[in-house]
């Protein structure tokens, strides 16, 4: 966003070594990797993430999966995606989490830390913003993240219409920035996000970083410098759009909202299981992970595409149909996907950064 022709044209150069790389790899390795959508605890449902899976089925296996309490479920996955749980993960689905990370399995998390929507609001100005516990804290925490029961406030955000006025019978809409929806700007150089352009999202929460030996954490994706928390329970209200807001009170610095955790991690359920558990075949408990990766978002919305009931029409991943702009949602999911599943080392190309050397104009 922002940038200019030049730059423009240099960033695609740039990534051009990438594409034509990931397409001879597609092309070598006719078997693909196999990635399950986790369902069974209010996960997003196969509409609200059919943009993504289509994009995924080009270089995956891709399916939808009750774990319930099978311990079988993940056996046949490289990775799964966690989107937008709401309910109670039991302590059988995620002892089966767990082992499947243990055994080298990847894990692409987006759990938001409040509960809250937008359609609380269209019958009323004010809403509240629940903390969102899903059973799944103890085993983050011990992988070395947190996602906080808080929203993350930004300055720089998506708008959102609001009624002015009235013309006549018609109501006045104007556009405002909705704060509670930040607009997220990749800064740093790694190969999930390098040359990205801006994200949409909505209701995010802070992630904070736990001291654990032998995990690398990469914070992926931040607010901005002009950010501001608030703990849940918290008032919701499109009031705070009347007035303007004071600077000062948004002052706590750039909230990672998406965090890489690689490493070798430790189980949660280490001292945890029965003797006849740990010590069963059958079972293979593992204390210890093998290197692996995992990604923790804390925003389900950012791979949830809109869907219009009433046309029956299913928008673009990251469309923002006020501002009618497409927003780089999907290729963030799919870098994040590519770097947990490329054992290649592919994906480094997209941080490689050269220079293209232009004339000056002004000289010629």
């Known amino acids: 966003m922002g940038a200019g022709s030049d730059e423009m044209l240099n960033n ?32 997003l449902d196969s509409l609200e993430v059919i943009d993504i899976v ?16 099978q311990l079988s479920s993940l056996k046949n996955f490289d990775a799964i995606i966690i989107a937008k749980p709401d309910s109670i993960f039991s302590e059988k689905d995620k002892f089966i989490i767990d082992q499947f ?7 692409f998390l987006l759990v938001d830390g409040t509960s809250v929507t937008m359609d609380s609001l269209q019958s009323s100005p004010a809403t509240m913003a629940i903390p969102l516990l899903v059973n799944l804290e103890d085993m983050l925490f011990k992988y070395g993240a947190r ?12 708008p959102i ?3 002015t006025g009235y013309v006549g019978n018609q109501p006045k809409q104007d556009l405002f920035p909705w704060y509670y929806f930040p607009l997220i700007i990749p800064e740093i150089k790694h190969p999930v996000v390098n040359n990205l352009d801006a994200l949409k999202t909505q209701f995010v929460s802070s992630i904070d970083t736990i001291g654990k030996p032998g995990i690398k954490k990469t914070f992926l994706l931040s607010t901005s410098k002009y950010s501001k928390l608030t703990n849940a329970p918290a008032r919701v209200s499109l009031n705070v759009l009347r007035d303007k807001p004071d600077e000062k009170q948004f002052s706590r610095g750039p909230q990672t909202i998406a965090l890489l955790l690689e490493g070798v991690f430790e189980s949660v359920f280490t001292n945890r ?8 075949k059958e079972i293979a408990f593992k204390e210890k ?15 949830c595409n809109d869907v219009n009931k009433t046309r029956d029409k299913v928008l673009p991943l990251g469309y923002d149909k006020y501002t009618q702009r497409e927003y ?37």
């Open 328 to 364: 780089a949602n999907r290729d963030f999911v799919m870098n994040c996907v590519n770097y947990l599943l490329d054992k290649s080392g592919l994906i480094i190309a997209r941080a490689k950064e050269f220079k293209l050397r232009l004339l000056d104009k002004q000289r010629i």
């Open 101 to 107: 990370l243990m055994k080298g399995g990847k894990i």
């Open 161 to 163: 219409p609001v009624v």
């Open 12 to 43: 695609s150069m740039q990534q051009l070594e990438y594409e034509l790389a990931k397409s001879i790899s597609k092309l070598s390795n006719p078997v693909s990797q196999n990635i399950a959508f986790i369902e069974g605890h209010g996960e």
């Open 273 to 280: 299981v029965p003797p006849q558990i740990e010590h069963s």
């Open 289 to 303: 992970s093998v290197p692996t990766k995992m990604i923790v978002v804390s925003d389900g919305d950012i791979i």
């Open 54 to 69: 289509k994009s995924l089925k080009e270089n995956f296996s891709v399916e939808r999966v009750k774990i319930d309490a």
């Open 147 to 158: 996602v906080n029961t808080n929203l993350v406030l930004d300055l720089r955000a998506l």
